[in-house]
């Protein structure tokens, strides 16, 4: 009886010291797995907002190079003694960040020699150049467009990813007013690289829209009332933003200073449905044009949307026109039918020419107003007679051909004979004329043509297919 008991404790004592090692492994294996896998099974707690007390600090691994964008950095850190470090904590003074940009202004080019180191064919391609260049012929635009650039870089000074970079500070190398000394023809000559604008849509022509550019716009600042009821092709798209923002100024949950943004928005997108319904604009894709900035426009001199111009690259002379007007910092832009002519590989996203190496020459006050669609031939005839204002060119100008696809043929309506009946012929003297069906209506205008659908030699009601 003894042994049994000895032998029943002995099991128990075993039994749970073995209770006692299964519970502290199984414990061990779980907070192992707690800590593998809390991170991506139980989120913790959000991080709290800094307060105003606090101020953020910048975390994540920051570029310099691609922060300054181009600027060449000098970076150093000097030290002095100090108070005591409470002290030292207080003062404004004791830890400070002294900026200072350095840039150089830029000299424009005057002469003809000048001129030629920017496009080294110039010269030679327009003769009568060297005669309209004077002392005094630089701009004021050329000081005020650098004026402006200094004005961004103070204004964004403590904002350092929004410099302008060394290619967008140094992008114009002369802006010059020229007069012939024999027909006073007028010119305003820019040396400058080339960016592209593929801004703009015109549904009257080209019903598909061609947009892909992040900083794309439907329209541009040449513009003319529509000739058709085609809808714009970026028409939907703003309606449907204008049905989101509304949606969401209505929601009783939002800020104040969200609801203001929104109504803000509202106005412009209801602004910019307006202006699509009612107005065709360039398409860049499609038409050559070029684009100044805004500050151009302000002069008596200066060039104004619409004006002619031609742009000089190598040893080819391309018409174009003004049409749109860009930020007043900015200065070398054109269309991408331009870009892609000068450079197969331009892209919204890639310039033709980095460097400044593109002429461009506009004849300020020749816009031919009201504005109207692009005719190339114009165009053409145009830029050739104020070209020869200026002492002629010694190539043909570049002849720029419709790339628009035509409109769809429409299809032809047959025409109904008479079913013949078991009612008497009719006499001799008798002709039978069907009425004409009416016509379809397209998107595209029409030429007009007459149909005749009578059967007998006399005169026939036409139908005109109007646009």
Known sequence: MGTFRVRTWRRLVLFSLAAIFFAIVYRWISLERLQRFAPSEFPGKPTPEPTAARPPVIGGKLDTARLFNGITVHASVDTSPGA??????????????????????????????????????????????????????????????????????????????????????????????????????????????????????????????????????????????KKTNAPNPYLGPAEERLRKAEAESAQKTISPERKKELRTAIGQIRDEIT???????????????????????????????????????????????????????????????????????????????????????????????????????????????????????????????NIIPPPPTPTPIPTLSPTPTSTPSPSPDTSTTPSASPSATFAFPIPTTSVSTASTPAPSPSISRSP
Not at 113 to 136: C, F, I, N, Q, R
Request: aromatic fraction near 8%.
């Open 84 to 225: 005591d470090a409470t002290t030292e904590r207080v003062d404004p003074q004791s830890y400070v960040l002294d900026l200072k940009l350095q840039a150089r202004l830029p000299t424009p080019n005057r002469t003809i020699e000048e001129l030629a180191k920017v496009s080294p064919e110039l010269p030679k391609l327009l003769p009568g150049l060297a005669a309209m260049l004077t002392p005094d012929s630089v701009a004021p635009f050329f000081t005020e467009l650098y004026n402006t650039k200094i004005k961004l870089l103070r204004d964004n000074l403590v904002r350092l990813d929004q410099l302008l970079s060394r290619h967008n500070f140094y992008d114009c190398q002369t802006v010059l007013l020229l007069s012939h000394p024999e027909t006073h023809r007028k010119a305003i000559l820019l040396q400058a690289d080339m960016d592209v604008d593929a801004d703009g849509s015109d549904s009257d022509r080209l019903p598909i829209g061609s947009g892909a550019s992040p900083n794309f716009k439907p329209f541009t600042s040449f513009r003319w009332a």
């Open 275 to 401: 202006t699509l319904k009612k107005f065709s604009f360039l398409i860049g894709a499609t038409d050559p044009y070029i684009v100044l900035p805004s500050g151009f426009a302000r002069g008596a001199d200066g060039g104004k949307v619409g004006d002619y111009a031609v742009v000089i690259f190598g040893d080819n002379i391309y018409p174009a026109v003004v049409g749109d007007v860009g930020p007043p910092d900015k200065v070398g832009e054109a269309s991408l039918r331009i870009s892609k002519e000068i450079n197969t590989l331009s892209t919204p996203m890639n310039r033709p020419v980095s460097d400044l190496k593109v002429t461009y020459l506009i004849f300020p006050g020749t816009a031919d107003l009201p504005f109207s669609p692009p005719d190339l031939e114009k165009l053409q005839a145009k830029c050739e007679a104020f070209v020869k204002e200026i002492g002629g060119a010694t190539v043909p100008l570049h002849h720029w051909e």
